[in-house]
């Protein structure tokens, strides 16, 4: 189980890649953003992100898949604060391939709870040529091993 002091600044956590499939993209929208350019192929060639593309609702979701997969469902994770950015940077189409990482930046034991530990990360995720679909600021409340550690 990885603990705050596991966060240095600078830790690297890669995500497993993930094909995103038209129907995953169709059975999100109509649940969540019924959007025709998620809704239809047609609709989003006509549209300018170039096909059915993923909401980006959708890609953030994909990518909170891909962040429990890669690293919080092996930590002592208590959630998070808050998101400070959400990017979405390019279209991600039926078939892509998204893979990427998240990285720490800061890593600080809460002044009113020094049991837990606040982790600054950035997450980024690209699709199978190497582009940027999404960048993510955010923040992880991860349990220290002692009270009062320094990761």
Request: neutral net charge; hydrophobic residues 45%; charged residues 25%.
């Amino acid at each position: 189980m990885l603990h705050f002091e596991d966060f240095p600044a600078g830790k690297r956590f890669e995500f497993k890649p993930v094909t995103v499939r038209a129907e995953d993209i169709v059975a999100f929208a109509a649940e969540f953003d019924p959007q025709p350019m998620h809704l239809s192929e047609e609709a989003g060639k006509a549209s300018i992100l170039g096909g059915l593309a993923a909401s980006g609702w959708h890609t953030s979701a994909m990518m909170m898949r891909m962040l429990c997969d890669s690293y919080i469902h092996q930590t002592a994770s208590e959630g998070s604060p808050g998101v400070d950015s959400m990017e979405w940077k390019k279209a991600v189409l039926a078939g892509d391939m998204l893979s990427g990482a998240c990285t720490v930046v800061e890593a600080r034991v809460s002044r009113s709870r020094p049991e837990i530990g606040i982790v600054r990360l950035r997450a980024i995720v690209n699709n199978q040529r190497g582009e940027t679909v999404a960048i993510c600021d955010y923040a992880n409340m991860i349990r220290c091993r002692r009270a009062g550690a320094t990761a």
